[in-house]
T-cell receptor, first 114, second 112 residues
């Protein structure tokens, strides 16, 4: 069975500082990995994905993620955080058995303060 | 392109009733997936439809069912509602395997 872990329920960072939201995964075979963001009372917005290729993936709104196969991690990063980045972030693992089933982590609440 | 739309946005039902939720995918997307989001269980996969066929199913009881029409629009139905079915139900569409899914705003279901 595949699984995703987000070890931090909440991450606090000052505006202008770099941010990292952690994600680790467990899967047999090559992973398909995604990051989504959810604002209050909204659906999920796609940020970026790793399917294959470069380990550093660039996405929307200045976010990027680093895929590390040996550590089975896919951490989300941004060089300079904005207050408007405050939201709930989900890491997700795509199904290797065909189809579009996503297995989500528990989510990390990011709070960016002035 | 218009995004994924879901109707209704909010719904209040009583225990024992049934409910039907609707989802219209992004034009051209043939895959539609449904997810349940609750504070306790997080985001859980319900099922996926592709070209009117259920391609994947999550671990939910048979009270949860769905279908997809020839225009890719999808509905999910929950029969004999329980208090624990109160949740945000999210629909997502995708154009191809292993590609990102685009989510609708969700339907907030409250069971009293």
């Amino acid at each position: 069975a595949q699984s995703v872990a987000q070890p931090e329920d909440q991450v606090n960072v000052a505006e202008g500082n770099p941010l990292t939201v952690k994600c680790t995964y467990s899967v047999s075979g090559n992973p398909y990995l995604f990051w989504y963001v959810q604002y209050p009372n909204r659906g999920l917005q796609f940020l970026l994905k790793y399917i294959t290729g470069d380990n550093l993936v660039k996405g929307s709104y200045g976010f990027e993620a680093e895929f590390n196969k040996s550590q089975t991690s896919f951490h989300l990063k941004k060089p300079s955080a904005l207050v408007s980045d405050s939201a709930l972030y989900f890491c997700a693992l795509g199904s290797t058995g065909g189809g579009n089933k996503l297995t989500f982590g528990t989510g990390t609440q990011l709070k960016v303060e002035l | 392109k218009a995004g994924v739309t879901q109707t209704p946005r909010y719904l209040i039902k009583t225990r024992g009733q049934q409910v039907t939720l609707s989802c219209s995918p992004i034009s051209g997307h043939r895959s539609v997936s449904w997810y349940q989001q609750t504070p306790g269980q997080g985001l859980q996969f319900l099922f996926e439809y592709f070209s009117e066929t259920q391609r994947n199913k999550g671990n939910f009881p048979g009270r949860f069912s769905g279908r997809q029409f020839s225009n890719s629009r999808s509905e999910m139905n929950v029969s004999t509602l329980e208090l624990g079915d109160s949740a945000l139900y999210l629909c997502a569409s995708s154009s191809d395997l292993a590609h990102e899914q685009y989510f609708g705003p969700g339907t907030r279901l409250t069971v009293t």
